[in-house]
C-alpha cells in the first residue's frame, strides 16, 4: 500500500485552490481525479465579483480567465421580469476552462495528478480502481458526488431536487437575448439560470423539484416543452435549444446542507463542505474559498486542525447559505415568486442586497 501526505480527492475548484496554497508553504500533495481530460461539470459558470477576488489571490487574473462579462441580473417568473445591477462586475465561464487552468496552476505549485476513481474511504486508507492509498490527511472536494465512508446524509425529504444542464450552442440570436446578464428563471417547484461563457454558448442550469419532473413523465426534455409552454420568456431562450440531446442530470442535489464537523485528518472542501442553492451564484466562490482556509488550516496544524476549520468554515458559510435557501424556497412557489418579481420592479436595490448578503465573507 503506498503512501501520500497530503491526499486531495477530487481536482475541480476546491482541490485545485487547496493544491497552490499547499503549494505556496513548500507542500506537494497528490491530486486524485477520475479522468485527465476535463469536462464540464453540471452548475458552476457563474463567477461573482468576490470569487474572481479570490482567484487572483492565487495568481489567476480575470484576463487569463478570459469570461463573458456580466454586470447586472434578470430574474422572470411567468410574463413578469425585473432587472437590476449586480454590486461589481462578474464573468460566465465554461466549468472546462475554469477547472483546466486552476488544475494547471495546481500542477505548476509542485502538485502530482493521478488519474483515479475513488471507490471508498476508510479512515486513513482510500481505496481506487488502481489500489489503496495511505493518508493522515484528506482533503475530501468530489464536489455534489459522495463517496462510500464519507458521504454526506440524505436530504430533501420525499421530492428531493435534481440538478439540470443545458448547453445552448452559441448564436447571435441568443446573444442578443442574453447580452450581459445573468438571468433567473422561476417556476413551479424549481428554478433556471441561465448566462452566456467565454465562447459564446449558453449555460442553462436548473434545480428541480422531482416530484416536478414525475409529472413530465420523468423526462427532462418534455419538461423543458411544459416549462416553455408557460413562461414566454424562458420559451424564447429555448428556440435556440431546439431538438438538442436530452439534458445531463444529477439526482438529489442535498441543497443547503453545510458540515458542521469534521474527524481529524478529514477536511471536506467544495460542495462536501457548504452547498448553497445555486440560483445564488456562489458555489465557485464558497468551493475555492473552502480550499483556501482548509490549506492555511492545514500549514498551521497539519490534520488535527480539520474539526476548527470545518467548524469555522461552517460558521463563515452559515449567513450565505441560508439566504440562498430562502430565496429558493420562495422562487420556487408561483405566488411568491410573482411578488418577489414585482417587489423589485420598484426596488431593484433589493436585489443589490440580496446578491451582498449570498456572497462568502473573508476568512
Not at 13 to 29: D, Y
Not at 205 to 218: I, P, T, Y
Not at 235 to 257: F, K, N, T
Amino acid at each position: 500500500m503506498r503512501r501520500s501526505h497530503p491526499l486531495i480527492l477530487g481536482g475541480g475548484p476546491a482541490g485545485s485552490a487547496t493544491a497552490i496554497t499547499l503549494g505556496r508553504n513548500g507542500t506537494q500533495p497528490l491530486i486524485i481525479e477520475r479522468q485527465r481530460l476535463i469536462g464540464n461539470a453540471l452548475c458552476g459558470g457563474f463567477l461573482s465579483w468576490r470569487t474572481l477576488q479570490q482567484l487572483d489571490r492565487l495568481g489567476i487574473n480575470t484576463e487569463e480567465l478570459g469570461g463573458h462579462a456580466i454586470d447586472h441580473v434578470r430574474v422572470f417568473a411567468g410574463k413578469l421580469m425585473a432587472s437590476a445591477q449586480l454590486p461589481a462586475a462578474a464573468i460566465g465561464l465554461s466549468r472546462h476552462r475554469l477547472d483546466t487552468i486552476m488544475l494547471d496552476h495546481a500542477l505548476a505549485a509542485g502538485a502530482t495528478l493521478e488519474i483515479a476513481t475513488v471507490r471508498n474511504v476508510e479512515g486513513a486508507s482510500v481505496v481506487t480502481d488502481c489500489g489503496n492509498i495511505e493518508s493522515d490527511d484528506i482533503f475530501l472536494a468530489t464536489g455534489k458526488y459522495d463517496v462510500r465512508g464519507e458521504a454526506r446524509p440524505k436530504s430533501g425529504g420525499n421530492d428531493p431536487t435534481l440538478g439540470l444542464r443545458v448547453r445552448i450552442a452559441p448564436n447571435s440570436g441568443l446573444t442578443a437575448l442574453i447580452g450581459s446578464s445573468i438571468e433567473l428563471h422561476m417556476f413551479d417547484r424549481g428554478y433556471a439560470g441561465l448566462l452566456l461563457q467565454e465562447d459564446g454558448s449558453a449555460n442553462l442550469c436548473m434545480a428541480v423539484r422531482k416530484s416536478r419532473l414525475a409529472e413530465a413523465g420523468g423526462k427532462p426534455g418534455a419538461l423543458l416543452t411544459e416549462l416553455a409552454a408557460a413562461n414566454p420568456a424562458l420559451a424564447d431562450r429555448l428556440a435556440w435549444w431546439g431538438a438538442g440531446p436530452e439534458p445531463d442530470a444529477i439526482a438529489s442535489v442535498p441543497y443547503g446542507w453545510r458540515a458542521l464537523d469534521t474527524r481529524s485528518g478529514l477536511f471536506r472542501i467544495g460542495d462536501q463542505a457548504a452547498v448553497i442553492p445555486s440560483l445564488a451564484g456562489e458555489g465557485m466562490g464558497i468551493a475555492i474559498a473552502s480550499g483556501i482556509a482548509a490549506a492555511k488550516a492545514w500549514n498551521m496544524g497539519g490534520g488535527a486542525a480539520a474539526p476548527q476549520y470545518q467548524r469555522s468554515f461552517a460558521a463563515r458559510t452559515k449567513r450565505p447559505v441560508a439566504v440562498a435557501r430562502f430565496l429558493w424556497e420562495r422562487g420556487e412557489q408561483p405566488w411568491s415568486a410573482g411578488f418577489a418579481v414585482r417587489t423589485l420592479q420598484f426596488a431593484p436595490s433589493l436585489a443589490n442586497l440580496f446578491a451582498q448578503a449570498t456572497r462568502i465573507g473573508d476568512q
